[in-house]
């Protein structure tokens, strides 16, 4: 565990995977969807001078909204298909229980604020349809780093083909300055998922606090016992940091706190050794 550090953030840059180095989508795939199997396919985020998906202690690129290509789906018979994007250990279900039978997902965007949901559209699915459940799920995480298509075939005799599929990302890049102060207050207070999530041994976690306030910060396992507290002080306004040393404690779900006036949040991270 450390002392938290300033940080600066830059909000609201609107990212389509289109940066050297990294991914816009993944095309002339090919890939078997076998029955009663999952078939996975990957795409790496590295902007310029990454190469692991963390851009170093200074700096950081906090997701803010997430959405999803698949151009296309061969497949007879979509009502089979379970289809879900992984990242930073979050499983999100893009398709699930669709109502209506039918063939093929071509042009289809996956779009938090689209009117439709997947499950009340008609295939062959083409436009922007609501996810199964909300891509928000990964606000907060670092889009540095793999996402990862999931499609899962429940048939057992009809078999399918992935052809292509992409992400695009919003996110707001997060500068840390050691022993500085923020160039950029908070509006509000704010605690961001910790990056990396699942981690090994060790991982960072950012907030925000709008004024001078007395902050705690504390980490607890799955039966709700105290095993870290990384803050506990008068912190100035700004963005700081804390970092978390997991090289004592077993691997599994933690939670934690971030309790600042009134304002008290908690979020979830996994240590998988």
């Not at 985020?45 to 803010?64: D, H, L």
């Not at 250990?89 to 689209?114: C, E, P, Q, R």
Request: negative net charge; charged residues 15%; glycine residues 12%.
């Amino acid at each position: 565990m450390t002392a938290s550090k300033s940080i600066l953030i830059i909000p609201a840059i609107l990212f389509t995977v289109a940066l050297a180095g990294a991914q816009p989508a993944r095309m002339g795939l090919n890939k078997v969807i076998g029955p009663g199997r999952t078939t996975f396919d990957t795409l790496g985020f590295y902007p310029p001078g990454e190469s692991s998906g963390s851009p170093g202690p200074s700096m950081a690129r906090i997701v803010t909204q997430v959405t999803v290509n698949v151009d296309s789906i061969d497949f007879p018979m979509d009502e089979a298909l379970e289809i879900c994007l992984i990242h930073e250990g979050i499983v999100d279900t893009l398709v699930n229980g669709l109502m209506k039978s039918g063939s093929d997902f071509t042009g289809t965007v996956f779009n938090d604020t689209a009117s439709t949901s997947i499950a009340l559209g008609t295939p062959p699915f083409t436009g922007t349809f609501a996810p199964a459940r909300p891509l928000s799920r990964f606000a907060g995480t670092n889009a540095s780093g793999l996402w990862i298509l999931g499609i899962t075939n429940h048939s057992v005799d009809k078999m399918g083909i992935l052809e292509e599929w992409g992400v695009g990302i919003g996110f707001s890049i997060v500068f840390t300055s050691v022993g500085g102060t923020s160039a950029e207050l908070p509006g509000t207070y704010q605690l961001i998922q910790n990056f990396p999530n699942p981690f090994n041994p060790s991982t960072t976690i950012r907030y925000g606090i709008p004024g001078r306030s007395h902050v705690t910060l504390t980490v607890f396992n799955a039966l709700g016992e105290k095993v870290a507290t990384l803050a506990d002080g008068e912190e100035e306004a700004g963005y700081h940091q804390a970092r978390l040393d997991g090289g004592s404690l077993a691997s599994g779900v933690y939670f934690y706190t971030l309790k600042a006036g009134t304002y008290s949040e908690t979020k979830r991270l996994i240590l998988l050794k």
